[in-house]
């Protein structure tokens, strides 16, 4: 089966693989086109199968990465999706290998990409990428993994920055009068359209989920790269904290139906 680059002037008329089939996410569909059309000037790349299906591979400058990350001349991994029935015929392992031929070609020390110490939902697959000879190199507090294929053994190892580094608490307590944050209490989510589930969910589900508890609901969405990296989570497509603990990357959390049982984790622990 044939790989194909999208291009901004392939956006109009080819699918983006996730969501396009959901006529709810139809807004959210549309915004991660633009962003990817946007995101394609500063030289990222949407690689998929020639097929109407969920296999696809985005990547880019870590530089201009959205996420909380240090590498200077890496590419960072964002998206990575095998599924269904493509799964278990080489798709995983080719696309990838077309990410390192395309750093090596553009003179890079390597690759990065965030995933979770155990397995996340909208973040690639840590273990699978672990056996293809993908390394740890740095972790935060929340589980999350920052994994490096070095091409060049001598470039610097990557890091997270360091307001990702702990992220247990989005605001710190205030010295002066004892009190925790009130940001902290009830729901904060931040996310971005680098996913075309999100704006729905976040901008409607959660809102009505938020309403049927009473609780409070503070929405941080990410417009730029520069907000991006100053994100208390690695996971800039969607994290949810509850009374300032971080909960989960799963956007279905903003369900009603889904909601009360990732909280129950949290009100156990």
């Avoid at 006529?23 to 949407?46: H, I, S, V």
């Avoid at 998206?79 to 493509?86: A, D, E, P, R």
């Avoid at 002066?176 to 904060?188: L, M, Q, R």
Wanted: with cysteine; charged share 20%; hydrophobic share 35%.
């Amino acid at each position: 089966m044939a790989y194909f680059s999208l291009t901004k002037a392939l956006l109009d008329t080819e699918h983006i693989c996730c969501a396009f089939s959901d006529k709810k996410c139809a807004e959210g569909y549309q915004l991660k086109k633009n962003w990817l059309a946007k995101e394609f000037d500063n030289g990222y790349r949407f690689i998929r199968l020639d097929e109407r299906a969920k296999v696809f591979i985005e990547y880019g400058p870590a530089e201009a990465g959205w996420v909380p990350v240090s590498a200077p001349n890496y590419l960072l991994i964002n998206c990575f999706w095998v599924s269904g029935k493509y799964k278990g015929h080489g798709h995983g392992k080719a696309l990838l290998n077309m990410a390192i031929n395309d750093a090596r070609a553009q003179g890079k020390d390597g690759l990065v990409t965030v995933v979770g110490a155990k397995k996340c939902h909208f973040m690639s697959d840590g273990k699978w990428l672990l056996r293809q000879g993908i390394e740890v190199c740095a972790t935060t507090d929340q589980g999350f993994n920052l994994l490096v294929l070095k091409i060049n053994p001598e470039a610097p190892t990557p890091s997270f920055n360091d307001n990702a580094s702990v992220g247990n608490s989005l605001v710190s307590e205030d010295t002066e009068t004892g009190n925790e944050g009130e940001d902290n209490k009830g729901i904060v989510v931040y996310y971005s359209n680098r996913c075309p589930f999100t704006e729905y969910h976040v901008s409607t589900s959660l809102v009505e989920t938020a309403s049927n508890r009473g609780l409070p609901l503070k929405v941080i969405k990410f417009e730029t790269a520069e907000q991006a990296q100053l994100s208390p989570t690695p996971a800039t497509i969607f994290s949810l904290f509850y009374n300032g603990q971080f909960v989960t990357t799963d956007v279905s959390v903003c369900m009603d139906s889904r909601f009360d049982k990732a909280i129950s984790k949290i009100k156990r622990s």
